[in-house]
């Protein structure tokens, strides 16, 4: 069976419990009605891409690429790097939560501890300013390490935890968190304690430096937009069918010949390496790495974000990054900055008592009534609507 | 709309008009200054004075300074280091502040220093943050601290210690840079003029759970040296007391500071008598110092929130923004050509403080006035810290030759 | 498990651990004695915070994170009502009943209406628990709020045996331990409203197929397990003084105590609450730069090993 066939089946398929829903009810009209209607070049003897491209790209996503790309040039330096870069590492976390979540049905709170690893290996194996840890390898060296290192440990974390039901992993991943917490505040020898690592700064290459505002922001893009396409690919592969076929129902997909267990751990695995590059560029992004940065505040807040962009689709976790960002900034200017965690508090809360899918679901629903009521003006049947 | 709505949006959107009108008018005489504190987490009680203490400073001046209006940007951390450059990074890069002042905490000191390299046309003034090593270790052209650190704090109190009797003591510190610098400054002293310190206990900061170490403690020491602050610090105390423990302490600068005797909690009895260094002492009889507290007195009463006397981060806070005006005074508010005019002068300035002169070094550190305190309680029964010893003139190398002066860690120094 | 790995890993753990005490013991019996009450006094405190959030998740399969922060409600609330009336047991009473309210409110008000979906009840209970903390640093500002114990537990109980001198306060704290314990137990097993809560446990249908008023059962078990952990708080804020932060801590203990002693079972949250008390406390007084290690050893241990805990149960 093709992937797109195997999807069509599973999602047509007895409805799934638990939450977060995902977009079946949406994709299964939209991909008949696709295959009605009738592709443009389809007859032609366009080359493939082109069609595929005609396929695949819509205006908004022309629209999203290139605002990204234009930003930085428009914008001050403190908008590119203080909210841009610092959105699109957080995003990149909070992206490998929404994959493990959203498509994998595992809520895992230890994102931002194995990110934290990928920054203190990063500052421990390379250059920082406490001379009497670091080693000070050569960037190509450490960044590739680093990467490594924190993506197994990804994935001890998940073997660990796939043997439990799903709200235990919530409770699990807390406990390993906060431990690596304590073992980082605690250890002198190789974590510095409470006072961190300072100095951990992007290396320069080929003449540019990496952490300046402009080249780091550009870096900062082609790292969340390799790690977007990578889920994007990724949830279309029989394994990342497979995995969301784990996720609404493990029992079947184990009956049906699948390691459910083996499935769950390359999900760790592959959202440890997404979080591991999303770490290092964080340490790069502070030039510095402390316990607080993995602390609990810190674990949490990932978890807010990949659940206020909305965990249907991998371009939430940016979403929720960038308001994340903008209210944790200006939240000062407009009612008092002590208030910050009292808002986001109430924003998360409302966010989950009212919109469990985040800004992407409200933006569903409005797309939906306004949908609707096109429907209701016409006699027409209405068009498909939209690639989800 | 309903008509009160209507006046409401109206009232608004009059006042919006308003203000543009306003701020345009006033945008070319107004000096911006940056204001970080933590008003959130561990220290946030502190933060808080610190800000009472900054804003006294802009208020002792009418708000202007040298022809032009202050404009205060206040910002806040949580005494996290990456929290604290955030904001920072907020303030001079958004907000377009010329000079900053702040943070409070030691390892957002650090921090702070490490960003204010990166932007080499902007003055940066230390709030309180007291670590030897934001002004001894890689030192930043353009970052100033007119606070005398946590070392030079505890200057006088190796001393006083012995005077005392205590020949031997054990060390009960938080683990982190600020002290280790205290217990630096203490030890340097102690054990030059023949004190011992068999046992050095490091607890976790934050962490609450004192009967381990207090089993530890040896019979044979004469007291203890305690160097914790805000809730660890009244953790310990209740504990040991409870425990049924005896022993005198000497206590670093924030073990005794104002908010620690007055926590919402019985009286602690035990700690009068304790001996502690710091840069204040409520009961210090200088004018400028009783002049001082007494506008802190008025402008804050305890019912509006105030401490009974202002403690040390609103006394550090309030020097360190006296400094950045009085420099604006002396240059006439020239912040021209990347203020290289204002840094030469608050390299050079001599500051009056409530407690006496303070000039900077060559790493732009202050050297100032220590006091060796003793705690005591007042006819209302209240616990204050009464004036031993005051110490002027204490620099950062606490007398010490360059060569043989080692930064506070861990193990050093060491005389068991 | 066959015997020989019954025997292999008895040995393989209780060696070492015997070969400690027996070092212990002889290098410095006073701390090794006082380091154990410690040990057990702190897993006493920890147990009957733990009681609360075992109870709720075993029968609602709700992981309440807010649990922390219903602590240090009852702790400041405890506070304030010791401050007015000047009666400890009135302030402990208070800060139960406080927190039961509030716990039956959330219940009542917002879960109720998300039965069966856990991860979102979840979500709401980590919302909650930042708006509740961050509203009880507003009132109480972030200074130190340290209650006293009455005056018949104030001070130290001199003249014990080689170790001289103890708290009274966190002498006490055994026996209150245990008689919460006891009680609780009481109550799942010789009353009513026990058996309908163990039914619900061991299979939420069909107790209610049998007739029952589910909401009320889980409102209750809400009530209690809510109360236990403001009751908890105001014995913490004698113990251990009341900070923001404190919600976190004591959240984070019940976790691990739950996780290693299984989760719904109030024997394994006491199981659990010993292991991380004694550990904790040993690791301060012998090793405090690694406390924590140990801690996230025994952890890892038991997750590797026995995934639902000591006790636990499958889902």
Request: proline content about 4%; hydrophobic content about 50%.
């Amino acid at each position: 069976m093709s992937a797109a066939q195997w999807r069509k089946a599973m999602n047509a398929g007895a409805a799934a419990q638990g939450w977060p829903r995902q977009r079946r009810a949406a994709s299964a009209p939209a991909g008949a009605a696709r295959a009605e209607a009738p592709a443009p070049y389809a007859d032609q003897d366009a080359p493939r891409w082109l069609k595929w491209i005609w396929e695949r790209v819509a205006a908004r996503h022309v629209f999203v690429l290139a605002f990204v790309l234009v930003y930085p040039l428009v914008a001050t330096p403190f908008f590119t790097f203080q909210i841009g870069a610092q959105s699109l590492a957080l995003g990149l976390i909070a992206l490998s939560l929404t994959f493990l979540s959203g498509y994998g049905g595992m809520i895992s709170l230890a994102q931002m501890t194995v990110a934290g690893i990928a920054g203190y290996m990063v500052a421990i194996l390379g250059v920082s300013g406490t001379a009497e840890i670091s080693l000070g390898w050569p960037w190509w060296v450490v960044v590739p390490l680093a990467i490594a290192i924190a993506t197994v440990c990804g994935t001890l974390i998940g073997w660990l935890s796939v043997r439990t039901e799903g709200i235990y992993t919530i409770m699990i991943t807390l406990a390993i968190g906060v431990a690596f917490h304590y073992l980082a505040l605690q250890n002198y020898s190789v974590f510095n304690g409470f006072q961190g690592l300072q100095k951990v700064y992007a290396p320069t290459v080929l003449g540019v430096n990496w952490g300046e505002p402009l080249p780091f922001y550009f870096l900062a893009l082609a790292c969340a937009l390799g790690g977007y396409f990578l889920v994007q690919y990724l949830v279309r592969t029989p394994f990342g069918i497979a995995l969301q076929g784990v996720r609404d129902n493990p029992r079947r997909m184990n009956a049906l010949g699948f390691n459910v267990t083996a499935h769950r751990v390359a999900a760790y695995a592959v959202a440890g390496f997404i979080a591991a590059v999303g770490g290092v560029l964080f340490v790069w992004y502070n030039s510095l790495i402390t316990p607080g940065s993995i602390g609990t505040s810190w674990l949490i807040n990932i978890l807010i974000i990949a659940v206020l962009g909305g965990m249907r689709h991998p371009i939430g976790p940016f979403l929720g990054a960038i308001v994340f960002v903008l209210l944790q900034n200006f939240a000062i200017d407009v009612f008092a900055r002590e208030r910050f965690n009292l808002v986001i508090g109430g924003v998360f809360l409302a966010i989950v008592l009212f919109s469990p899918d985040g800004l992407l679901g409200l933006w569903a629903a409005f797309r939906a009534r306004f949908a609707n009521a096109d429907a209701r003006s016409r006699i027409s049947p209405p068009r498909p609507s939209g690639r989800t | 709309m309903r008509p009160s709505k209507r006046l409401f949006v109206r009232t608004l959107a009059g006042a919006a008009v308003f203000a543009a009108f306003a701020g345009a008018a006033s945008a070319q005489q107004v000096v911006k200054i940056g204001l970080l504190a933590t008003l959130e987490g561990p220290f946030a009680a502190g933060g808080a004075d610190g800000m009472r203490g900054a804003d006294m400073a802009v208020r002792e001046r009418g708000g202007m300074v040298a022809g032009k209006k202050i404009e205060v940007i206040k910002a806040s951390s949580d005494a996290k280091p990456d929290v604290a450059v955030n904001a920072t990074r907020k303030l001079v890069e958004q907000d377009k502040v010329d000079i900053m002042v702040g943070p409070l905490s030691g390892s957002e000191g650090i921090a702070v220093k490490d960003y204010s390299k990166t932007q080499p046309n902007i003055t940066f003034i230390n709030g309180s943050s007291g670590a030897q090593a934001t002004t001894l270790v890689n030192p930043s052209p353009n970052f100033f601290r007119f606070n005398t650190e946590g070392a030079q704090w505890m200057v006088g109190l190796g001393k006083a210690a012995l005077d005392k009797g205590y020949k031997r003591v054990m060390v009960i510190a938080e683990d982190y840079a600020f002290p280790y610098s205290q217990v630096q400054g203490f030890m340097v002293e102690y054990c030059r003029l023949g004190g011992k310190v068999p046992v050095k206990a490091w607890v976790p900061l934050g962490g609450k759970d004192y009967a381990s170490v207090i089993a530890r403690i040896p019979k044979d020491v004469d007291a203890l040296v305690v160097v914790l602050g805000g809730a660890d610090a009244v953790n310990f105390l209740n504990q040991y007391e409870q425990a049924g423990g005896d022993k005198p302490l000497v206590g670093g600068s924030i073990t005794v500071s104002q908010d620690i005797l007055n926590y919402k909690g019985k009286r602690r009895d035990s700690l009068v008598g304790t001996i502690a260094g710091a840069p204040v002492a409520e009961a210090f009889d200088g004018a400028d110092w009783k002049k001082f507290v007494a506008d802190y007195q008025k402008a804050y009463p305890v019912s509006a929130g105030g401490y009974p006397s202002p403690s040390l981060f609103a006394f550090v806070y309030y020097v360190n923004m006296k400094a950045a005006l009085q420099g604006l005074d002396e240059v006439k508010g020239d912040l021209s050509d990347g203020q290289k005019k204002y840094r030469e002068a608050l390299a050079k300035m001599v500051l009056k403080t409530p407690t006496g002169e303070v000039r900077l070094d060559s790493n732009r550190q202050a050297i100032g006035t220590s006091f060796v305190t003793e705690v005591a309680k007042d006819s209302k029964g209240e616990l204050y810290n009464k004036v031993l010893r005051k110490v002027d003139n204490v620099d950062q190398m606490l007398g010490m030759k360059k060569e043989e002066f080692k930064i506070g860690s861990r193990d050093e120094p060491n005389c068991p | 498990m066959s015997r020989f790995w019954k025997w292999f890993w008895g040995i393989a753990i209780g060696g070492p651990i015997a070969v400690f005490v027996v070092w212990a013991l002889a290098s410095n019996e006073r701390l090794f004695l006082v380091t154990l009450l410690n040990g057990l006094t702190l897993a006493s405190l920890y147990f009957i915070v733990a009681a609360g959030f075992t109870l709720v998740f075993g029968l609602m399969r709700n992981v309440n994170l807010a649990h922390g922060s219903l602590y240090i409600l009852g702790g400041y609330l405890g506070y304030v009502v010791a401050e007015q009336t000047g009666f400890w047991l009135v302030a402990l009473a208070a800060g139960f009943l406080v927190a039961a309210i509030v716990g039956l409110a959330m219940q009542v008000s917002i879960f109720r209406f998300m039965q069966g979906e856990d991860l979102r009840q979840t979500m709401v209970t980590i919302g909650l628990s930042i708006v509740i903390a961050d509203l009880l640093l507003w009132t109480f500002g972030g200074q130190v709020h340290q209650l006293s114990p009455p005056a018949w537990l104030d001070g130290p109980l001199r003249g014990i045996p080689v170790i001289n001198a103890y708290s009274k306060y966190r002498l006490a704290l055994l026996p209150l331990g245990i008689a919460i314990g006891v009680l609780l137990w009481l109550f799942l097993n010789r009353t009513r409203v026990g058996m309908l809560i163990r039914a619900g446990v061991d299979d939420r249908g069909m107790l209610s197929a049998s007739g029952v008023n589910v909401n009320l059962v889980f409102a209750i078990t809400f009530a209690i397990g809510a109360g236990l952990a403001g009751f908890g708080g105001v014995i913490g804020a004698v113990e251990l003084s009341m900070v923001p932060g404190e919600d976190v801590r004591l959240l984070l203990a019940s976790l691990v105590v739950v996780i290693v002693g299984g989760m719904g079972s109030v024997v394994g949250a006491a199981i659990g609450a010993a292991i991380l008390g004694v550990a904790e406390t040993f690791g301060l007084a012998y090793a405090p730069t690694y406390s924590v290690v140990f801690t996230f050893v025994i952890l890892v241990l038991v997750l590797a090993f026995r995934p639902r805990g000591i006790l636990g149960r499958p889902a």
